[in-house]
């Protein structure tokens, strides 16, 4: 699939410019992407996007898809504890996500961040299982209320999006390593 026509990518500050040379070329060497339906992302204005999850490989297969793709920056949601792992929580941070504190009562503090953000026009990423999902055959959980919460309180599109592929690379739970070759992302 080829980039939307016409739709400028946002500048980046240099927490996000390392993201995108490091990352995205990593990504697209180690993944078969392809992706369909950017055209569905709007071009600008708030929107929460619903992604399944399969992987920890999930965020930089999204990344390309949303920058590369659909030229939209996403702020994503992210469990609070990813913040700790050194260099990782100063990128996550410097880079604007959004930190989640599951099942804590400073959720509601993420809650109120992500739904300013979307208010503001910027697109937000949310897992609604709120965990990599732990079905054997990678099927989606239950999903946790925060989409529909935030969707209520920011008024704004939710879009679905499906990944699959990664889980095939990177099987958290399995605790599966296989890089090469090359699997399909879609």
Not at 63 to 68: E, L
Not at 115 to 140: F, K
Request: charged share 20%.
């Amino acid at each position: 699939m080829r980039a939307v026509e016409n739709r400028r990518r946002p500048k980046l500050n240099v927490w996000l410019w390392i993201v995108r040379v490091i990352v995205y070329p990593a990504v697209s060497w180690l993944f078969k992407l392809r992706f369909r339906g950017a055209e569905n992302i709007p071009a600008k204005g708030g929107a929460i996007v619903a992604l399944n999850h399969v992987s920890y490989a999930d965020f930089g297969t999204s990344i390309n898809f949303f920058y590369g793709y659909s030229a939209r920056l996403p702020r994503f949601m992210v469990k609070s504890s990813v913040f700790k792992v050194f260099f990782v929580g100063r990128l996550l941070s410097s880079c604007g996500q959004i930190a989640v504190d599951r099942g804590a009562a400073t959720a509601a503090e993420s809650l109120k961040a992500a739904v300013e953000a979307a208010e503001s026009g910027e697109m937000i990423v949310i897992y609604p299982e709120g965990t990599v999902t732990r079905d054997p055959d990678w099927w989606p959980m239950v999903a946790k209320t925060g989409v529909a919460r935030l969707a209520l309180a920011a008024d704004v599109p939710v879009i679905p999006v499906a990944v699959w592929g990664p889980q095939f690379a990177v099987d958290k739970y399995n605790k599966k390593y296989d890089l090469f070759p090359r699997k399909p992302v879609t």
